[in-house]
């Protein structure tokens, strides 16, 4: 009982947790929210998949030559199509819930590696759990969800890794960091290199063990990237960068810059078509491929009729557009950088109004205006059901909706964190300093990315971060706390030493005949 008496506390917070996260996805189960599964519907497909039918027959070849998205999201669909269609809704159901509550756990206990008091960790999991973002999200069967709980082990896995130097700790770190490349394309090797080399670096006295929890992670990395450069010629998980930089340039050009570009023959004739559209649209402004035998390379449409992305010929038409991108962005800085600002401006937009999510949304609508009102600081929301479409056409949110609770977030992670940092480098508190850079490394790189690159869903792209900016600012925020008080604590002490100095150099010590030396507090 006495063994008992002492470990319980330590489960009080945990099992708290878990009762507010089942009961809060209780209530807004009650209140209408379902999980959407409309990726796995046979009569819906999303752009980032490949045909179902080549993922429920064709699996492993689909994956292998897949090169428009990372695998694992489509790898995981063609899995959940081999299961019968009964078990299907339970199954994704228990799958995002299960993600829901490690996301909350990790977060509360990523605080606690960051030594921030535990009532304050409860609070963090608390807004974590309760965060509309997060319900509505976790009740959409996409790659966002997997992305912000992985993101979140990631930061814990790498605390605990540089704490205890456990080998399973080392391997989770890792691990979640070649997972989210593998199943989100906005991560790409290069924040897989920013974000472990402070780690290789602070090991390198050990780095066999490094090399131990890290290559096989790492290999399974670089086996795919190797494949796409191979077979396609492509230096990323995804083919479609093209695509994606032309919505913030040659698509959002401003009255006749376009024209200007293709009258002088300086951009391509494909930069006045529509993006991501069928092979059609495009005429002959392209050399067709040769057929492959290859059905998720050759298939110009997928069985719904949308677009197959995976088509090889759009490997050719995204890197025209790409090159049309470099030079309008080369023409027209001013109209790119205006269109950066649009970008950043719906980046803080509360990350659940996003239009995807409307149809779950309707369903708390009282709870997002008042929490978006009271905790993201959103004086006004935006109109959920058409605000993508709205930005893809130009048009963007005011002032008024944006999260000024994000920006302050985002503010502090960016401009005060590394100030932190910077300044404790030298003390001995390693799990502290590697876990902020992460996360440092990890919101600069989204931020810059998405904004530069991308401008009509920025809002969802914020959301890979899951809860680490709010993290970050919880560890901030307790660090300058706690040195304001020490410095008080150090000058009330000086101030207590002078006159306790004042008063012994009046009285010889009786043990020595010398005058008393104040005493170091």
Not at 456 to 464: A, C, I, M, T, V
Request: with cysteine.
């Amino acid at each position: 009982m006495k063994r008992l008496a002492l470990v319980r506390p330590a489960f009080r917070a945990p099992v708290l947790i878990i009762l507010v996260f089942v009961i809060s996805r209780t209530a807004f189960y009650l209140a209408g929210v379902r999980l959407n599964i409309a990726g796995l519907n046979v009569q819906t497909d999303y752009l980032q998949l490949l045909d179902q039918n080549q993922l429920q027959h064709n699996l492993v070849q689909s994956i292998w030559y897949l090169h428009s998205q990372p695998p694992l999201f489509n790898l995981t669909t063609g899995l959940l199509l081999q299961l019968p269609t009964a078990w299907l809704l339970p199954f994704v159901m228990s799958m995002f819930l299960i993600l829901g509550l490690v996301m909350a756990l990790s977060c509360y206990y990523v605080c606690l590696e960051l030594r921030i008091p535990r009532a304050l960790s409860l609070l963090v999991a608390f807004l974590v759990i309760l965060d509309p973002a997060n319900v509505l999200y976790g009740n959409w069967y996409f790659y966002s969800y997997p992305t912000a709980t992985l993101i979140t082990v990631c930061a814990l896995s790498l605390a605990r890794y540089v704490r205890t130097e456990s080998l399973f700790w080392g391997f989770g770190f890792f691990a979640s960091l070649g997972t989210i490349v593998l199943l989100n394309s906005t991560f790409q090797w290069f924040w897989v290199a920013a974000a472990a080399l402070p780690v290789i670096v602070h090991f390198r006295g050990n780095w066999r063990t490094v090399v131990t929890v890290a290559v096989l992670p790492l290999l399974l990395v670089a086996v795919w990237y190797v494949k796409n450069d191979v077979l396609f010629q492509a230096s990323t998980t995804s083919t479609s960068f093209g695509f994606n930089l032309a919505r913030i340039t040659t698509s959002k050009a401003g009255p006749g810059e376009l024209g200007h570009l293709l009258k002088t023959g300086e951009v391509s004739s494909l930069s006045g078509h529509e993006l991501f559209a069928p092979l059609k649209a495009y005429g002959g402004e392209f050399s067709p491929h040769a057929p492959t035998g290859i059905a998720v390379l050759d298939a110009p449409t997928k069985r719904d009729g949308q677009p197959n992305l995976n088509n090889i010929n759009y490997i050719e038409i995204s890197n025209r557009f790409l090159h049309d991108d470099l030079v309008f962005i080369k023409t027209y800085p001013g109209t790119y950088a205006r269109n950066v600002g649009k970008a950043t401006m719906l980046f803080f937009v509360p990350p659940e109004q996003e239009q995807l999510l409307g149809a779950n949304a309707v369903h708390m609508s009282s709870y997002l205006r008042w929490y978006d009102l009271l905790v993201e600081w959103q004086p006004h929301g935006t109109d959920i059901s058409q605000i993508n479409t709205l930005a893809v056409e130009g048009f963007f949110p005011s002032i008024g909706g944006l999260s000024f609770g994000a920006i302050a977030l985002f503010s502090i992670t960016l401009f005060v964190l590394p100030v932190i940092a910077w300044r404790r480098r030298g003390r001995r508190d390693a799990t502290l300093l590697l876990t902020l850079t992460f996360i440092w490394v990890s919101t600069v790189y989204v931020f810059v990315l998405t904004t530069f690159v991308e401008l009509g869903e920025n809002e969802r792209f914020r959301y890979s971060l899951g809860p680490l900016p709010l993290v970050a600012t919880a560890a901030v925020v307790v660090v300058l706390l706690r040195g304001n008080s020490g410095a008080h604590a150090r000058n009330h002490g000086e101030l207590m030493n002078e006159n306790s100095s004042r008063a012994r150099s009046m009285v010889p010590s009786l043990a020595s005949g010398k005058v008393g030396a104040p005493v170091d507090i």
